[in-house]
């Protein structure tokens, strides 16, 4: 944890630069929770009238901040946000309920916004106390200097094990208005979202309502964070969050109150590309990893099905070893399609790597060429393809490696 | 694979050493079906009358040899056992089916049996076809030469990924009448059984009826081979069967009908006993592992849901991770236990690291000493206990450690 470990091989190769969203602004700062040198708290300033949706993790022991801001996400409108790394304040009992609190408190008194207005969410370790009072003098600084541009700064401040920030941005019309849609993640490990991821962070300037923002997200999450998995692991502490500052109707926009608006054609695009390309690059910095591995599911009975065949392959330590030892091993495919539990019909089961079929009608491919294979899999980016013989719906869901830096990453995070 | 890995550090110490049982003898050769220099098919011999239970993988996919002895279950009645390592004929299609028939055929040609009574077993590679030819002549010198000593030598004859053979027994009185319980198993990577384990077999002269027979082995599978994981992975080819020769009647053993008879509770204790030391030496030789942990989840709603928290526990990457690098981490555990999806109270869990209880109310246990929870770590057995505080169910599960070894066996074990 304490030595920045070198980046993913699989970071993309730029970050992408987004532009200033009108009502949005950040900053960062060291309030020392864990590391030592790093920034550890980000705040996201949001004007008022700002409308917020999000969704949280489905794990039963949920953090602290998550049921505050599932609680507060009734009112819809949201004026700040702050996050911290290095400690979840999850499983933290009644002190953490009491740390969320004393967090909104300091920020309310900051910003001069209402506690009902304020987010929060914080990523790290489970279990430890988090002492808000480490946010004191912290938030007054942070409101003074939030500027505009610094979404980049803030993706780094909410880092734990990952090893790049993330962030995507998308421009997109409404109403033949432009808009822009920016977002952050944060993620490496203890990633099978089921909802969200542990925390990623959407602002866009479009005026859409609360409830229609929380039908779009609710809809995009399913195909993006929701369909990948670095270790099967759901945190604690899963949190996606899209804030709708509004600020283009200034420019003429129209005002959009409900998710069927048909003028939402292109935004519903943009927001999906870019919750697909956080979650991306979630898994590109899945700990340990050197393959990112797009699994398609087809020939299901359902979509539902075809997923969870989906996630069973990409969750299987067995799959994820052999793609780590470039090895085409699709009887391990065949093996995690039979344990999902979903129909699949074994004499008509095909598996491709890339455009090679290994398999096909139940049994071993013989038309395939191992050497042109075993080239493909050497490649930093593997495409599984499973038809399973039963129906016409498929599912595509994303995942990275297992490595033995895997097992050392996390053989000794806490201590 | 080709290379002799070292023998699993969690071993035991010695081999049981099981009695001959009456009407069950057993032979091992080299068919040179994929390993060079060892042996690698196995032939029980079954005496007339032998009576016969069975368990199987739960996959959408199972193998060849699966389909066909659920086939032959249903006349209750065996003579003999074939089983061969290094190639595990599913996902072989008609080829798969074409092969079991011969050696089926060439089994009875050799036995005299007919080949309803012939039960059959593969483990090894997934989707390599399988070639009978092969047992052609092997089979007849395999019913010559057996024995009923030889049951260390075909479990060892039965191992794949295994470091060492499983082999248990157990004696115990029914109306007085001393029998023999004796089994055998091999599993050592996709071992998340879902009725039994990969492949394990075993032979009582106890007199009890093939219906009776199945109804104990169903129960007792649960607690056992069903309790157990290594990687999550349940195999295509679990194959738990349980076989009574009956011989003991000659010595005056009341022949046994139905599993509801009193005069089984001995044997019923017994045979729980056989198999989970079975299933405990399949952990004891997960793949890569340094740890036997034993996870004991209590204060759930149901055993049904507490083996689902259990399992969630036991399969976590980033608890097996964690306990691989000697930190009690109950962040990760308490992480594991939400996402399992059953219902679990935060605010009241509490769990312990061997006799160390580390949190406690939904908080950490403040009282604590590290030093010695840290030296508990670093033993072989981790006893893991968890209460969910919703209700009075339990469950107990097994699982080993994730480590590096893990991923080094299964990045290479095809190539």
Redesign the interface.
Known sequence: MAKAAPMSPLAPKSYAQCPPIEGVRFSTAEAGIRYKGRTDVMLALLDKGTQVAGVF??????SAPVDWCRAKLKGGKARALVVNSGN?N????K??VASTKLTAQLASKATGATANEIFLASTG?????LDATKFEGALDKLVKKAAPEGILEAARAIMTTDTFPKVATATCEIGGVSVTINGMAKGA??I?P?MATMLSFVFTDAPIAASALQTLLSKSVMGSFNSITV??????SDTLMLFATGAAAKRGCAKIATATDRRLAAFKKALDGVLLDLAHQVVRDGEGCRKFVEICVEGAASAAAAKKIGLSIA????VK??I??E?A????V???????????D??K?AIWFGDFRV?N????DLSYDEAKVSAYMKGEKIDLRVNVGVGKASWTVWTCD???E???I??????
Chains 1, 2 share one sequence.
Request: net charge positive.
């Open positions: 993790t489905k794990s039963k022991c949920p979840a999850a499983f933290t009992g002190n953490g370790v489970i279990g430890e106390p490990g203890m099978a089921d270790d099967s692991d759901t945190s604690t969750n299987s330590p067995l070893t052999a780590a030892g090895d091993n699709w009887g391990r065949v093996a995690a399609v039979g344990k999902a539990g979903e129909k699949a074994r004499d089961l398999a009608k139940g049994l071993r297992l490595t033995k895997y097992v050392a996390n053989g000794d995070y806490r201590s």
